[in-house]
């Protein structure tokens, strides 16, 4: 099932299943709160009502109650090439590398424009990633019972300043921008994507592909993921977790490409769709 969020007659969020080219009502006030329900509450919820999907903006499918969970240098290659970069010495963690990114104000939905200040940056970078949706509110997760715990999958555009990146020497400021964390258009149901450790996940940048690889080259896959976050620490239903981009990312290239005015992104993830967002830099 794929879950969306759109703006109804009111102009405000409201809950949807995607059927076809048609959205049934939830209803939920949200659907983090509709997630929140105990699994067997949930299709009491699914109304008769229907509006077609061609007459509403999309919203970002769930807003989590905090901050948006990232993972940095999950991918082996795109670790590489930014040590190549900064002319390190590659070292793999023993532990996933977590930060968050803030919220609500970085979150953006499919086709909104991102609003971007070139008095803040000049290196606005790109990074495809596949985002997990928790499900169900928990603490101190094995990695057998981690994927229990997933209600569904989305397309995720970690956007990123690089410069402030580097001169606040951590992650936090330089990736809660405003406009910086694009996700969606909906969320496909955890069933319906069965592995999510075997999927294509690409980027393409007005057309031309700049990232193609497999959620297969993760160096921590999404049940260690989950069991190294829980730890010691709840994770509530609606939380959202990136889960690392791969190679290929602008910062990388020679030369640099960073994000220019006008430019059209696209993540591509299999079993999920089409994630796209314009840029406007200003």
Known sequence: MKFVSYVNSNGFPAPGLLEGESIRRIDAPSLRDYIALPPAQRAAQHTSETIALAKVKLDAPVRPLRNI???????????????????????????????????PTSIAAHEQTLKLEAKVSSEYDFEAELAVIIGTTCKDV????????????????????????????????????DYCSPYGPWIVSADEIGDPGKLEIMFHLNGVEKQHSNTSKMIFDIPRLIAELSKGMTLLAGDVIATGTPEGVGFARKPPEFLKDGDVMEVKIEKIGVLRNTVSIA
Not at 69 to 89: D, M, S, T
Not at 142 to 165: P, S
Not at 167 to 176: I, N, P, R, T, V
């Open 142 to 177: 094995t990695e057998a019972d981690a994927m229990r715990v997933i209600f569904g999958y989305t397309a995720f555009n970690d956007v990123t300043a690089r410069d402030l990146q580097r001169a606040h020497l951590q992650w936090f400021k330089g990736k809660s921008l």
């Open 69 to 103: 969970f990232c993972v940095g240098r999950n991918y082996l290659e795109h670790a590489k090439e930014g040590a190549a970069i900064f002319g390190q010495e590659l070292k793999l963690p023993d532990v996933p590398t977590f930060f968050t990114k803030a919220t």
